[in-house]
């Protein structure tokens, strides 16, 4: 059964103190791993998308890499701007359907 | 751009009642799905569409039906409301084909069943 596990549950940063957010999955022919960005009250944002192991991606402070049985989500010097809860999908071999892990709260603190 | 679209925003329902979850989209995806987002569960999907006249159970679609009589719109309907439904639902779209493409999400309808 596909399935994908997010840790911790909550971090909490100072300002500036760079960290990892862990995103461990079970999945039949990994055809896509996905990481959103979600703010209260608001829909997930899209972040990255990670296709095969080794595979790295950056926007801003956010790089994402992945393995073959886990993704992280690297923040380097966040900002309290960067304060929300980080989703993780993946997309297996049933290609309709996307498997969300529960989310990591970010709390960044000034 | 308007993208993805939810109507009500909120809504509050007795035990029993019936009632529509909107979801439009402008983006001419073909892909649409709902999801429901309880605490420390994540995301879970309901129901999908691949297309217009085509549509596909999740993985918790109990008490709940699609149509996708158009390529915009896919509306959520509960047929008889139970407290467990009492949730935050998501509608996403996407394109398709070539590489696996990202959904775009609306903001939520936050619902209460009472």
């Known amino acids: 059964e596909d399935q994908v596990t997010q840790s911790p549950e909550a971090l909490r940063l100072q300002e500036g103190e760079s960290s990892s957010l862990n995103c461990s999955y079970t999945v039949s022919g990994l055809r896509g791993l996905f990481w959103y960005r979600q703010d209260p009250g608001k829909g997930p944002e899209f972040l990255f998308t990670?296709?095969?192991a080794g595979e790295e991606k950056e926007k801003e402070r956010l790089k994402a890499t992945l393995t073959k049985k886990e993704s992280f989500l690297h923040i380097t010097a966040p900002k309290p701007e960067d304060s929300a809860t980080y989703l993780c999908?993946?997309?297996?071999?049933?290609?309709?359907?996307?498997?969300f892990g529960p989310g990591t709260s970010l709390s960044v603190i000034p | 751009n308007a993208g993805v679209t939810q109507t009500p925003k909120f809504q509050v329902l007795k035990t029993g009642q019936s009632m529509t979850l909107q979801c439009a989209q402008d983006m001419n995806h073909e892909y649409m799905s709902w999801y429901r987002q309880d605490p420390g569960m994540g995301l879970r999907l309901i129901h999908y569409s691949v297309g217009a006249g085509i549509t596909d159970q999740g993985e918790v679609p109990n008490g709940y039906n699609v149509s996708r009589s158009t390529t915009e719109d896919f509306p959520l309907r509960l047929l008889s409301a139970a407290p467990s439904q009492t949730s935050v639902y998501f509608c996403?779209?996407?394109?398709?084909?070539?590489?696996?493409?990202?959904?775009?999400f609306g903001d939520g309808t936050r619902l209460s069943i009472l």
């Open positions: 996403a779209s996407r394109r398709t084909g070539g590489l696996n493409q990202p959904q775009h």
């Open positions: 990670l296709y095969s």
């Open positions: 999908a993946v997309q297996g071999a049933s290609y309709d359907k996307v498997i």
